[in-house]
């Protein structure tokens, strides 16, 4: 018999995070291109998200140290709760292709990480207000550290696996 989970006992996480290390070689990228991504990020989560800086330089990436390379937001309790059933029931569905989740996103502690390309599929953002499509990281961290029992647990809460 499977476990009847809700999403408040079995999610103990929610990190939405966003890489702005391409966007960060444009003129005016912290007075104009910075806000934009925060301000996105900001709507979808519910709260203001921080400001990512590299921890050393990468001359192959072109990257210096304290350089600005993403921003991230963790949600938890009832932002988390709603992102999650917002993200799964409406944002999922309006990816182009979607198909379902692979598996294999969910990695041996029971963390599931979906990449988007585009933060556009969310319907609280407007695309005639935003001029920037950036891409998204969503880490869903569960409480249970099994991926057996976290795949079953994802399962229970609606979580679209491929068959």
């Known amino acids: 018999m499977t476990e009847k989970f809700t999403a408040k006992k079995f999610l103990e996480k929610v990190v939405i995070n966003s890489g702005v290390g391409r966007l960060s070689q444009q003129p005016s990228f912290e007075d104009k291109v910075l806000p934009m991504v925060m301000r996105d990020v900001a709507i979808l989560g519910g709260q ?27 949600l938890r309790g009832d932002k988390m709760v709603d992102f999650f059933e917002r993200f799964i029931t409406i944002a999922l569905p309006r990816v ?62 609606g979580v679209p696996f491929k068959k």
Do not use: C, Y
């Not at 550290?145 to 795949?151: I, N, V």
């Open 96 to 157: 182009r292709d979607f198909t379902g989740l692979s598996v294999e996103s969910v990695d041996r502690g029971g963390v599931l990480n979906v990449g988007m390309k585009e933060h556009l599929v969310f319907p609280e953002i407007n695309p005639e207000d935003t001029t920037l499509i950036f891409p998204l990281q969503i880490t869903i961290v569960p409480k249970l550290k099994d991926r057996e029992k976290a795949l079953a647990g994802f399962k229970s809460l």
């Open 48 to 74: 203001k998200p921080q400001v990512r800086k590299a921890k050393k330089s990468i001359a192959g990436f072109k990257i210096r140290e304290n350089q600005i390379v993403g921003v991230r937001a963790t």
